[in-house]
């Protein structure tokens, strides 16, 4: 198990147990090839991660908040990375059995009011029942 504090105001209101945690660094690296470069002084640098790819951390246990400090408690038995000062942490929703995103949904309205003619080439959608 290890430990995450954040000093914060806010946390997303969607973050539960039992939820991944993920980490990705943030750190700059100097002379790196990226479309988010900055000029400082006569060195480019670009917010380019030492690790490429977001990082899984491991299955939250537990929350623990105390005005601005929020203790996030993650199992990381299945997880190898070690979370770093200043990286960005993010989290997903997942089935643990099969793998696939839950808790999440989205619905879409197609309205044609052109006189021309038109067509829908595709449309697709994959659906998991999970709130029975």
């Known amino acids: 198990m290890i430990v995450i504090q954040i000093n914060a105001s806010y946390l997303n209101v969607s973050l539960q147990v039992g939820d ?3 980490a990705r660094g943030t750190a700059f690296q100097t002379g790196a090839k990226d479309a988010q470069q900055t000029s400082v002084g006569s ?39 070690i979370v770093k000062d200043n990286d960005f942490i993010m989290f997903s929703k997942h089935d643990q059995s099969t793998g ?26 994959e659906v998991i029942i999970n709130s029975k």
């Open 20 to 22: 991944t945690v993920y």
């Open 43 to 81: 060195n480019i640098q670009a917010s380019v991660p030492p690790t490429s790819g977001v990082n899984m951390v491991g299955l939250l246990r537990k929350i623990t908040k105390q005005g601005n400090l929020i203790q996030l408690t993650i199992d990381d038995a299945l997880s190898s990375y």
């Open 100 to 125: 696939d995103v839950i808790g999440y949904y989205a619905q879409a309205k197609f309205v044609n009011d052109s006189k021309e003619k038109a067509e829908i080439f595709s449309v697709g959608s």
